[in-house]
């Protein structure tokens, strides 16, 4: 190989190293420990994406039978007047 391929080489297995180092430390940082005592701040229902998945639930269905869809679930198009 010539001396500038070894340089070349030299400089992408910097950038590949930086590059691990990066995302090692950036999934690193994430993890964290939690003390019990602050435990039960985590598990309050206000703390999930959907503090109140029935209701949601309801609201849903409730819509998509006024809308005269097959499902929100599903794919498929329906008909229906639009009013909500």
């Not at 910097?14 to 005592?37: D, E, P, Q």
């Not at 206000?46 to 499902?71: C, F, G, K, T, V």
């Amino acid at each position: 190989m010539t001396e500038t391929g070894l340089i070349g080489m030299k400089k992408n297995q910097r950038v590949l190293v930086k590059l691990v180092l990066v995302i090692g430390i950036g999934l690193s940082t994430g993890c964290i420990h939690v003390n019990a005592w602050e435990r039960g701040n985590l598990a309050k229902s206000q703390m999930e994406l959907d503090p109140h998945p029935l209701q949601s639930e309801i609201q849903s269905h409730n819509y998509s039978s006024r809308e005269a869809a097959p499902s929100h679930k599903s794919s498929a198009g329906g008909g229906g007047c639009g009013c909500y």
